[in-house]
């Protein structure tokens, strides 16, 4: 056995470092960059003064340990170079639909499907609060409700993220949603009675502008449900149609720290059902702050463990990452997460696809590529970037195909359609 530049007779690392970090003594603090091959994920190390300067640092090869050390103790300060994307071109239909919206809708701030309607049917919010249908294919625009939108005066933005009115939408499109992403308030209603409000939703203001208002509709026994946000650790679901509460607890105080029995020291974010119903996902973090994407199952939570979703046995913390949430975030299938970032840090994140088993919480593969909004039909995932639409292969992290220029928000999980309005225009392309 060689005896290798850093003195150790031992089997050579597949990646390299520069010449600075061969002789690091062993109780020092390394920081490093990590330098892409080319090669999938696969990097080399160099020190700070290496990565800064640019060009293509002399590289030696050392010890599996002394690599090992390098990444588990040393400061991560980001990555340089490209990571190999892998490429499978596959058929695909980049037809894309324009259908123009007529001009007395004024100015439209959210779309979103109607996914068991039958056919291409969407509901549109606009700036006034109307909530409008639109059936492109029979040129049809029907109003179907005017929505008090709730003012919040004096929030102050976090970060880069401005309060904005999100419309969800059930799947039997009976119902919808408004509420203020980044804010605390929001509205129920039923489309059916003319938008009555069935249920007023408060989130509560702590902390509420670091994330978007916790809200989604599911389907459990053929009934639609709303999972929405009480407070700011608390997660509730309720009948769209009655505002009835399904998930009612009283938590009694413990001794510890003064703190109720199942108390989740948990900001929850965006919340994600999968599509068939079997679980949820939350985006939200902890103190310190730090981004911890989580998962659990619906089912246990209405049959009879109302904390489910504080501390049941099927609640999963997916990974940690520091400052980083409110990213990518898309069930593929109804067991398979795909959670976006590569890395710890916000300031060191890799644009990429980390895949989650949804049951175990086990981490199945990592690639490198997609970003912006996700979606999927269970076996394709679709990320929309700034300069079009690209397709992967979520299991083998193949970009399979692109439609340059378009830029969905939406999926309709009934067409396979996806969508965005784009300057009054509804503009929809169906890939599959």
Not at 323 to 342: E, K, M, Q, R, S
Not at 355 to 380: I, K, V, Y
Request: hydrophobic letters at 40%; glycine letters at 12%.
């Amino acid at each position: 056995m060689l005896t290798l530049p850093c003195g150790h007779p031992a089997d050579p690392a597949t990646g390299r470092v520069c010449s600075h970090l061969v002789a690091v003594p062993e109780d020092r603090e390394v920081s490093c960059f990590r330098l892409l091959n080319g090669r999938g994920l696969a990097f080399d190390l160099v020190c700070r003064e290496c990565g800064e300067a640019g060009g293509s640092p002399a590289l030696v090869v050392v010890c599996e340990g002394r690599v090992d050390r390098l990444v588990e103790d040393g400061e991560l300060l980001g990555w340089r170079g490209e990571p190999e994307i892998l490429e499978r071109p596959e058929p695909l239909d980049p037809t894309v639909s324009d259908w123009p919206l007529p001009a007395s809708l004024g100015r439209v701030t959210d779309l979103a499907p109607v996914d068991d309607a039958d056919g291409s049917r969407w509901l549109v919010l606009t700036a006034d609060g109307t909530i409008v249908a639109l059936d492109p294919d029979d040129d049809r625009v029907t109003v179907l409700a005017s929505v008090e939108l709730v003012d919040e005066p004096g929030q102050q933005p976090w970060l880069d993220h401005r309060l904005r009115r999100r419309l969800h939408v059930s799947g039997c499109g009976r119902f919808a949603a408004v509420v203020n992403d980044f804010g605390r308030y929001g509205r129920v209603v039923d489309l059916d009675r003319g938008g009555v409000v069935t249920l007023a939703l408060d989130g509560g203001d702590y902390h509420a502008n670091t994330v978007p208002f916790a809200l989604v509709f599911a389907r459990v026994d053929g009934r639609p449900v709303v999972v929405h946000r009480t407070r700011w650790n608390r997660l509730d679901v309720s009948d769209p149609a009655t505002g009835e509460l399904l998930t009612a607890r009283e938590l009694e105080k413990t001794a510890e720290r003064n703190r109720p029995a199942h108390h989740l020291d948990y900001f929850h974010g965006r919340v994600l059902c999968s599509p068939g119903g079997r679980f949820l996902a939350d985006d939200g973090w902890v103190w310190h702050p730090v981004g911890v994407p989580s998962v659990w199952a619906l089912r246990p939570w209405l049959d009879g463990n109302v904390c489910e979703s504080e501390d049941g046995p099927t609640r999963r913390a997916l990974c940690h990452r520091d400052y980083h949430w409110n990213g990518p975030l898309c069930f593929v299938g109804d067991t398979l997460l795909a959670v976006g970032g590569i890395g710890d840090d916000d300031e060191t994140m890799l644009p990429g696809v980390r895949l989650f088993d949804a049951a175990s919480g086990r981490e199945l593969t990592t690639f490198a590529g997609p970003a912006g909004a996700w979606f999927s039909d269970g076996r394709r995932l679709y990320s929309a970037h700034p300069d079009g639409l690209h397709v992967w292969d979520p299991l083998t992290g193949h970009r399979t195909a692109m439609v340059p220029g378009f830029v969905p928000t939406c999926r309709h999980r009934g067409t396979g359609e996806l969508a965005a309005v784009t300057d009054g225009v509804l503009r929809r392309c169906r890939p599959a």
